[in-house]
């Protein structure tokens, strides 16, 4: 049902060529966008705060033999990415930005941490009222974010509000 609206191949169209490369999804949950860009060819560090969603991403991943090295569960707080220096070339979040504390810091961590050339993508529900995600309370409006990344530092920043009917894009770079 998720499919429906959420288009993931055009989402993996819009993250660009995954093969070789090491992604961390931030907000995870059960991996739906995690085992895409798996079958796509990168590297995944799925990343929560839910110790269930992480049981969860480890327990199929073990199901699917996928060797750890190439899907790795991390638990995060709300404050920090837990990414270490050049750790990862892309960083994907769908959904659970306005779960983030401080997000200009937040982000100026996951920027200084990606490595040369790396991107963040922005996945996010439009603040309307809209037939399927959250409630509007749980919604932010794309402009906060852009200006937040801004603060950030990030220098490159794409938004999109065509590819998707319920949703924004956002990649930026550095």
Known sequence: ERDQWQQPEKVLAFLGDLEGKKVMDIGSGTGYFSI????????VISADVDDRFLEYIAAR???LQI???NWE????????????????????????????????AYFA???????????????DFFKRELPVG???DHKINKEIVVKELQQAGYTYIELDT???PYQFLIKAGF
């Open 36 to 43: 895409r860009m798996l079958a796509a060819g990168a590297d």
């Open 61 to 63: 991943r073990d199901s």
């Open 67 to 69: 060797p750890v090295a």
């Open 73 to 104: 569960t991390r638990k995060i707080p709300y404050n920090s990415s837990s990414l270490q220096a050049g750790e990862v070339d892309k960083v994907v979040i769908v959904d659970t930005y306005h779960h983030i504390d401080n997000r200009p």
């Open 109 to 123: 961590e996951v920027r200084e941490n990606l490595k040369p050339g790396g991107t963040l993508y922005v996945i």
């Open 134 to 136: 959250p409630s509007l």
């Open 162 to 164: 065509t590819l998707l």
